[in-house]
């Protein structure tokens, strides 16, 4: 089963390229920290600005650097359910563990689109997979009926990566579902919270900086060490607030950059911070004894 700290990997460019060898020395160290799982492909990996065969190619070297010793949940999502589904073949075919299925954006299908979106996917291809709901960027919110109707229905549906903030919606999608539901949280501020809900991990942002501390935090609550689990929290409050500054993931990759794991190199339409922010975000860094 999918828990604890997965980190929604950042993709480092040098000259416009992927650059193959940080990405690979980035993987390791996550997993020499501790990470419960990876995520390539996902917002924080820029795949919007992916061409088809540089998506494949990132997940390609995650699951070949990886090698099986924590789950690969591959971004597969898109607004074309054709597209779709050939990239879930693709990951199927090239080894993931796991699809992440990002809500159709742009085209604000009703829910009913939204369930047959879904229903198609898994029709052409058999493979677990995680949806996930993050109505600041698609436009539309997977309401918790809909959520639950996908589960009950769709055997390949487990779980969804909750990135509305709304505890909520998270508590209505436990209700409606059952013990062996994954739910993670897709916003960094409430992976304590949903934990407690009974959420069973996070797909993170702040993990890809620090994937040691947010790993103890999950591994805190299942072991019953509430005490611990909320101190880590507030303890990572301020990096994720700083990870959020501006548009993710200029924030975390200008981080990763600080800490000299890759360089800084974002893709138009995404640009690198302004002064501002970027003080902010390296302030919060030196207070954490990051650089």
């Excluded at 487990?158 to 209505?172: D, P």
């Excluded at 809900?197 to 103890?216: A, F, R």
């Excluded at 689990?229 to 990870?243: G, K, Q, S, T, V």
Aim: aromatic letters at 8%; one cysteine or more.
């Amino acid at each position: 089963m999918l828990k604890g700290a997965i980190s929604a990997l950042v993709l480092p460019f040098k000259n416009g390229q992927i650059d193959e060898e940080a990405y690979r020395e980035f993987i390791e160290w996550q997993i020499e920290q501790g990470i419960d799982g990876l995520a390539p492909c996902g917002t924080t990996g820029e795949s919007a600005t992916l061409s088809h065969e540089e998506h494949e190619r990132a997940i390609k070297i995650c699951i070949d650097q990886t090698k099986k010793r924590v789950p690969v949940i591959a971004g597969c999502g898109s607004n074309n359910t054709v597209e779709a589904i050939r990239l879930t073949r693709f990951a199927k075919q090239a080894g993931a563990d796991y699809a992440l299925l990002i809500s159709p954006y742009y085209n604000k299908p009703t829910q009913e689109g939204i369930f047959r979106h879904y229903r198609a996917i898994s029709k052409e291809v058999s493979f677990p997979f995680v949806v996930y709901n993050v109505p600041g960027r698609t436009g539309s919110n997977i309401t918790a009926d809909t959520m639950a109707r996908l589960y009950h229905q769709i055997p390949e549906m487990i779980g969804v990566k909750e990135a509305t903030g709304n505890l909520i919606q998270v508590s209505n999608i436990l209700e409606k579902t059952d013990e062996n539901f994954i739910m993670l949280s897709g916003e960094d501020s409430t992976v304590f919270a949903t934990l407690a809900l009974g959420g069973k991990g996070t797909i993170s942002v702040t993990s890809n900086v620090m994937p040691k501390k947010v790993h103890e935090l999950c591994d805190a609550w299942a072991r019953g060490d509430v005490k611990e689990a909320r101190r880590l929290h507030f303890y990572l409050e301020p990096l994720n607030r700083a990870m959020f500054v501006e548009t993710n993931p200029i924030p975390v990759k200008t981080a990763l950059s600080l800490m000299g794991k890759m360089s800084d190199e974002l893709r138009l339409p995404l640009c690198n911070m302004q002064e501002s922010t970027f003080a902010l975000l390296k302030k919060t860094m030196q207070d954490m004894k990051l650089i």
